[in-house]
């Protein structure tokens, strides 16, 4: 089973800073399949990326991706208000089973 | 616009069964994965397993492999995932999710999803 790690475990930022959020993976995640959710209190998750650095529908650039092997990253370019809640990574690359980080959560400074 | 419906919350006793159900409508039901994933109080997401209907493949986590049963009927467009041996710490919202397959050498296989149902509460107490 492919262990994902995230970091920082929370991040404390103002509207308008980046945010960079980090997801380390025990192996190799082959394909690189690996997602980004961000989840709100009392939501469902969000899917923001997939294939590691593919934006979904209806997302705003300025959430991007990038990595590969057993790095990611996600980037956050200039913060809004509303993206401030808890992000989790998700590799799909050798399922089953499906895994995923244990969140950070980014927070108003 | 696709949407997810699931039923609603449950209170169980421990070493009972659950079943949710996940109604799907908005686009094809048999071409797409549908994920079964749980969130504990406080605490992150943990995937449990999928069901590719078009392909009639189920996968699970090891983790729950005997526990649990994920089927879909695709003449009501309806996934369910049914949890036996119920213990509190079982206790949880589970997710229904939407989402993709890919195909390697151990066949057909679930990815990311990009649409979930609002979740069910189910909680496990004597």
């Known amino acids: 089973e492919i262990v994902l790690t995230q970091s920082p475990g929370t991040l404390s930022l103002s509207p308008g800073e980046r945010a960079t959020l980090s997801c380390r993976a025990s192996?190799?995640?082959?394909?690189?399949?690996l997602a980004w959710y961000q989840q709100k209190p009392g939501q469902a998750p969000r899917l923001l990326i997939y294939g590691a650095s593919s934006r979904a529908t209806g997302i705003p650039d300025r959430f991007s991706g990038s990595g590969s092997g057993t790095d990611f990253t996600l980037t956050i370019s200039r913060l809004e208000p509303e993206d401030f809640a808890v992000y989790y990574c998700q590799q799909y690359g050798r399922s089953p089973p499906i895994t995923f980080g244990q969140g950070t959560r980014l927070e108003i400074k | 616009q696709v949407q997810l419906v699931q039923s609603g919350a449950e209170v169980k006793k421990p070493g009972s069964s659950v079943t949710v159900s996940c109604k799907a409508s908005g686009g094809s039901f048999s071409s797409y994965a549908f994920s079964w994933v749980r969130q504990a109080p406080g605490q992150g997401l943990e995937w449990l397993g999928g069901?590719?209907?078009?392909?009639?493949?189920?996968r699970y986590a090891q983790k729950f492999q005997g526990r649990v049963t994920i089927a879909a009927d695709e003449s009501t467009s309806t996934a369910y995932m049914e949890l036996s041996g119920l213990r509190s710490d079982d206790t949880a919202v589970y997710y229904c999710a939407r989402g993709w397959y890919y195909y390697d050498d151990r066949g057909h296989n679930p990815q990311h999803s990009d649409y979930w149902g609002q979740g069910t509460l189910v909680t496990v107490s004597s």
């Open positions: 069901i590719i209907p078009i392909f009639a493949t189920i």
């Open positions: 192996q190799s995640v082959s394909g690189s399949y």
